[in-house]
């Protein structure tokens, strides 16, 4: 009978630790889906760039991001020759 309460305490202590788990990893999942983890591309030299820490420039009503300023700068130049 013992025995029975002892598996029956650690099945218990099992599925918290599980379910404590798998919600850190949801929550780590989550997390970088939110803004400021989220990468955005660079439209002219292709490369993937933090959107925290991206030069953000708005062009024609849409907001384009760059890895510099010399992107949205060469981007501008493109979009008016
Ligand atoms: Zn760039």
Known sequence: ???LIL???????AYFLL????REFRGRKDQTLTDKNLMV?????RMYV???????ASIG???YYFCSRDCADTFQ?????
């Open 41 to 45: 591309q660079d439209p002219v030299c």
């Open 7 to 13: 598996i029956v305490g650690l099945l218990v202590v």
């Open 61 to 63: 009503g849409q907001t």
């Open 19 to 22: 379910r404590s788990a798998i």
């Open 77 to 81: 130049k493109q979009l008016s020759s």
């Open 50 to 56: 933090p959107r925290e820490s991206a030069v953000a």
């Open 1 to 3: 009978m013992y025995r």
